[in-house]
């Protein structure tokens, strides 16, 4: 079953510009993963962010989480056409291995 | 470190055909996942092994489908008899201690058409 589940499902803009996805989960959970995926690839792990943290950055990465409204957020800062790619949110099932990913952002950034 | 590799990276097949797909996870992990991707599921999780003991198959479809890891360098993941619905990339992914807070690293999938 869906997990996490991505916002919005595409978004187009221009390079330079700031780029954020949502994802909103539906249990508890321990942590949350972010992951690229470019086009015929394998996905890419981002960044993790812990329960207890609610920011967490990465070069040109920023991903917040909000445990009390279930959702988290990914901000791309300075995008760059090679940033374009499917971005993806998972979070584990009851602590156990098995992570969940939602249907990701679809990313495209305009030179 | 050469990731995990998978192989083929393209299986046509007639339906009714075995497929075999295997999987290299990257030495030293512990823990192996075989993925589905399908435009109108997205991401799904079939199966995972930690240390090659099976830990969890709920996700695999039907008995058609049916994984093995002989050992911790190799994996495969077979379709008897495949169907055109099994159509999808297929990704094998690998994690260092297994756990929510071990990441995954996947390979770059193999692509199977069934016709």
């Known amino acids: 079953s869906q997990q996490g589940e991505e916002d919005p499902q595409a978004l187009s803009i221009q390079e330079g510009e700031n780029a954020t996805m949502n994802c909103s989960y539906k249990?508890?959970?321990?942590?949350l993963q972010w992951y690229r995926q470019n086009s015929g690839r394998g996905l890419v792990h981002l960044i993790l962010?812990?329960?207890?943290?609610r920011e967490k950055h990465s070069g040109r990465l920023r991903v917040t989480l909000d445990t009390s409204k279930k959702s988290s957020s990914l901000l791309i800062t300075a995008s760059r056409a090679a940033d374009t790619a499917s971005y993806f949110c998972?979070?584990?099932?009851?602590?156990?291995?098995?992570?969940?990913f939602g249907k990701g952002t679809k990313l495209t950034v305009n030179p | 470190d050469a990731g995990v590799i998978q192989s083929p990276r393209h299986e046509v097949t007639e339906m009714g055909q075995e497929v075999t797909l295997r999987c290299k996870p990257i030495?030293?992990?512990?823990?192996l996942f075989w993925y589905r991707q399908t435009m109108m599921r997205g991401l799904e999780l079939l199966i995972y092994?930690?240390?090659?003991?099976?830990?969890?198959d709920s996700g695999m479809p039907e008995d058609r489908f049916s994984a093995k890891m002989p050992n911790a360098s190799f994996s495969t993941l077979k379709i008897q008899p495949s169907e055109p619905r099994d159509s999808a990339v297929y990704f094998c992914?690998?994690?260092?201690?297994?756990?929510?807070?071990?990441?995954?690293?996947f390979g770059n999938g193999t692509r199977l058409t069934v016709t």
């Open positions: 992914a690998s994690s260092l201690t297994g756990g929510e807070d071990s990441p995954l690293h």
């Open positions: 249990t508890s959970i321990n942590n």
């Open positions: 962010i812990r329960s207890n943290e």
């Open positions: 998972a979070t584990g099932q009851g602590g156990s291995e098995k992570l969940v």
């Open positions: 030495s030293g992990h512990n823990s």
């Open positions: 092994f930690n240390n090659n003991v099976p830990i969890d």
